[in-house]
């Protein structure tokens, strides 16, 4: 009987084994050094924030080729894509004319993230006058592209760098009296 029992108590150990999975990493589009001039100036308030549905999730949506799209299940944002977004730009944008009220609209046309190549943000987004019904001071549309390195860690940073240059976008139309884009 003594053997098998041990045979019976190997084979459930395995099972076990063969069902551990890995940790989930959490990331978050929110760079770890916060903005030095944040605090200097009045924030931009942001009105409405849109993403593509397919990657507004927790876990992370990487493209795989032309046609396919891969959903990391180990790697998570800190909150669902639309929040982190929200949060990154929130804590990197600045009003750099504080006498005149802005709030923004961001409409996110493609958030894409590919291993090994790039991370891509295009986005749309309409910088107003706040309480001014719908006149916009500027409407525009940014697409921003950073090489990124193989591993999740290197995208994410690579993506974090598009937040921060679209915010920087958003802040100097903040501060013009043109109402023309600022260049990317």
Known sequence: MAFPLKIMLVAALSLLAACRSDPIQFHTLTP?????????AADIPIEVLTVPPQVDRQQIVVRQGNTTMAIL????WGASLVD??????????????PQ???????????????????????????????????????TCR??????????????????????????ALISQASRGAQKTCPSA
């Open 84 to 97: 982190e977004l929200r949060s990154a730009l929130l804590d990197q944008m600045v009003n750099g004319n």
């Open 142 to 167: 940014s697409t921003l592209q950073t090489p990124s390195g193989p591993s999740i860690d290197e995208l994410v940073a690579a993506q974090q760098s598009n937040v921060k240059r679209l915010a």
């Open 73 to 76: 299940e180990t790697d998570w």
């Open 32 to 40: 770890a050094q916060p903005s030095t001039n944040s605090r200097m």
């Open 100 to 138: 005149r009220k802005v709030s923004v609209r961001v409409e996110v046309q493609r958030f894409d993230s590919i291993p090994g190549q790039y991370a891509l943000i295009d986005v749309k987004w309409r910088l107003r006058t706040a309480g001014e019904g719908d006149s916009a001071l500027v």
